[in-house]
């Protein structure tokens, strides 16, 4: 990111929340989980479907990670009630595992169970590396049980190649990003197109071993890649589907639903809506500046 564009997001995380909230919605689809039932609605009514997440910030009690569990049984269960074409996707530190690994176990597998119940999916998200081995060891114990998860994994990540050769011939269900945490060189690829090229690599040996695959990408490149990779195999609709977060880059979204390609949107919700939605804007901060632009523009 360049000096200026730095400027504009260090600016904008110094407004009033309630200003930022202004610019923030168009990234989260509220702080009810009503807000995430509309969004998801009109998503579903194109064609489009959805995966919910409640939005939390570092807990430091268990109270915080049972509360976040019942946010997500709140979300299966309305999942359920109106027919949304949906899943959960749940952040492990969120659920505790920075407090207790069993502990946060219990809480996850209870999630899945319910899921399972409802013939839904839960997708465990990949956090910074510290908690790698962890989420992976999580996930293998779960899988032993029921069949209705699946992970997240990183493309930026060194050691992620070697993750999945292991873990494709247990059949896992994937997404795949390029990761966001911020990572020492030596565990993270550093350049723009290595992080491509890994992608590249790791999404191709997925699906050349029969693996589920959600592309979550919102690179030009990478999309043109993948629809490359999905035509040289041959590979049914029913074998992938493309993933994007809710408010980036609708154009693509667009285009690939047209495509006939699946389509999955991540649709953030609650109460801890800012940190994410800087996040967003440190990401985009043309979207920054637009904001930097109106506040200095207000009569």
């Keep these: 990111m360049n000096p ?8 904008v995380k110094i407004l009033p929340q309630q200003v930022v909230y202004i610019f923030a919605k168009k990234y989260v689809a509220g702080p009810k989980l009503e807000d995430a039932i509309r969004v998801v609605q009109e998503l579903n009514s194109k064609g489009i479907m959805a995966t919910m997440d409640v939005l939390g910030e570092s807990i430091t009690k268990k109270s915080e990670a ?3 569990k019942k946010h997500c049984f709140d979300m299966l269960d309305v999942i359920k009630k109106y027919n949304l074409d949906a899943n959960v996707s749940i952040k492990p530190t969120s659920l505790g595992l920075n407090l207790d690994k069993e502990f946060c176990y219990n809480q996850i597998e209870e999630i899945v169970k319910k899921a399972k119940e409802y013939n839904n999916f839960i997708r465990i998200d990949m956090e910074d590396t510290p908690y790698t081995d962890s989420t992976f060891n999580i996930l293998k114990r779960i899988r032993e ?3 209705n998860v699946g992970v997240v994994v990183q493309a930026y990540l060194r050691r992620t190649y070697d993750d999945i050769v292991k873990l494709n011939k247990e059949g896992v ?3 795949l990003c390029k990761g966001i945490y911020v990572e020492p060189e030596h565990l ?3 350049g723009r197109q290595e992080v491509r090229e890994n992608f590249v690599k790791i999404l191709d040996q997925m699906l050349s071993d029969g693996n589920y695959v959600g592309i979550a990408t919102h690179d030009d490149y990478l999309i043109k890649e993948s629809y490359r990779l999905i035509e040289e195999k041959k590979l049914p609709k029913d074998k992938y589907e493309f993933q994007m977060l809710y408010g980036v880059t609708e ?3 667009d285009k690939i639903n047209a495509d006939g390609h699946r389509i999955r949107i991540y649709v953030p919700w609650g ?3 800012y940190a994410y939605s800087i996040r967003r804007l440190q990401e985009n901060p043309q ?3 637009y904001i930097t632009k109106s506040i200095f523009s207000l009569k």
């Excluded at 200026?4 to 600016?11: A, D, L, P, S, T």
């Design 173 to 175: 269900n994937y997404r």
């Design 251 to 253: 154009h693509l979204r």
């Design 271 to 273: 109460e801890h809506w």
């Design 4 to 11: 200026i564009n730095k400027f504009i997001v260090q600016f």
């Design 66 to 68: 049972e509360e976040t």
């Design 188 to 190: 993270a690829y550093k």
């Design 287 to 289: 979207v920054a500046w």
């Design 145 to 147: 049980k029921y069949d």
